[in-house]
């Protein structure tokens, strides 16, 4: 005889359920708070210790330099100010001194800048075509911009010697006199111009040769077919692409010479802050560095800081302007 199995219903006992998946219970108010919080204030706490760093070291020395403009203020004792109003201007426009800083920041920076530019784009130009090794001509042209400011002007230094140096020895190879490139005044803003140029070259044409490279090739190839040679090319296709960059780094290249101060501070050696025997490459920060740590005029080089940060106000607004009419052209 077969026997049947009985099932928990036919014996009148009752069928287990199967156990539910229990769900995660709603959030509280109290969690929905905490979340929407962290949405909407988290964004602020991540970009906060930027504006408390610029506000500390940014924003407060620029407001409190210019609130210790108006006043008389020496070195000797800072916390005693004596209010003067505008006459630490009055006193900068009528120095001949700052006047005579201020037409050696342009010049240095006409005779770093333009040179300086010119060469970056010709190197820039010529890596942006196929090379052999061309990773490490861009990494060498990074090495002076890596370079410490005093280690490179020291070598400079002993370049421009006027006795031993190897710049008066080539000179004198090829039939010229030697240069006092440290006592002369055209000759010690080249030679200054020169430190500056060495620096920064390479870091400018490296930020050519990247908008080069993002010049669409269409339009070297499009030249190429109608005729146009490599230098045609250069002056056709390339240099219009690039005048946003260029403006860019004419700016940049602005603005480091308007605060130029390491270079010619050691080039000028135990005077370097009256920028040679009569102040003939004394640029605005040597002229703001004697004024407030040399003759204890706290004032006067808050009025000298000033004045540069609005120049370079000016500049940024040149730039604006510039700028849009370039897009508007376009």
Known sequence: MTATAR????????????????GR??????????????????????????????????????????????????????????????HNY???????????????????????TVPQLLMALWLAHLLHYRLRAATFWRVALLTPYATSVAAATLVFVLLYGRDYGMVNWALGALGAGPVDWQNGTWSSRIAVSSIVIWRWTGYNALIYLAAMQAVPDELYESAALDGASRRQQFRYVTVPALRPTILFTVVVSTIGATQLFGEPLLFGGAGGQKGGAS???????????????????????????????????????????????????H
């Open 7 to 22: 099932t928990p219903a036919a014996a009148g006992t009752p069928v287990p359920r199967p156990p539910r998946a229990r």
């Open 279 to 329: 102040h003939q490459f004394q640029t605005l920060g040597l002229y703001l560095y004697e004024q407030g740590w040399f003759n204890f005029h706290l004032g006067r080089a808050s009025a000298v800081a000033w004045t540069m940060f609005l120049i370079l106000l000016l500049i940024a607004a040149a730039n604006m302007l510039i700028a849009r009419r370039l897009r508007k052209s």
């Open 90 to 112: 009055v006193r900068l426009l009528d120095d001949a001194f700052f006047w005579n800083a201020l037409y050696n920041t342009f010049t240095i920076g006409v005779l770093s």
């Open 25 to 86: 219970a709603a959030p509280g108010p109290w969690r929905r708070r905490l979340y929407g919080w962290d949405v909407r204030y988290s964004p602020y706490a991540f970009i906060a210790p930027f504006f408390l760093f610029f506000g500390a070291f940014g924003l407060f020395p620029l407001v409190y330099t210019g609130w210790a403009s108006l006043h008389r203020v020496e070195l000797a004792s800072p916390d005693h100010m004596e209010w003067v109003g505008l």
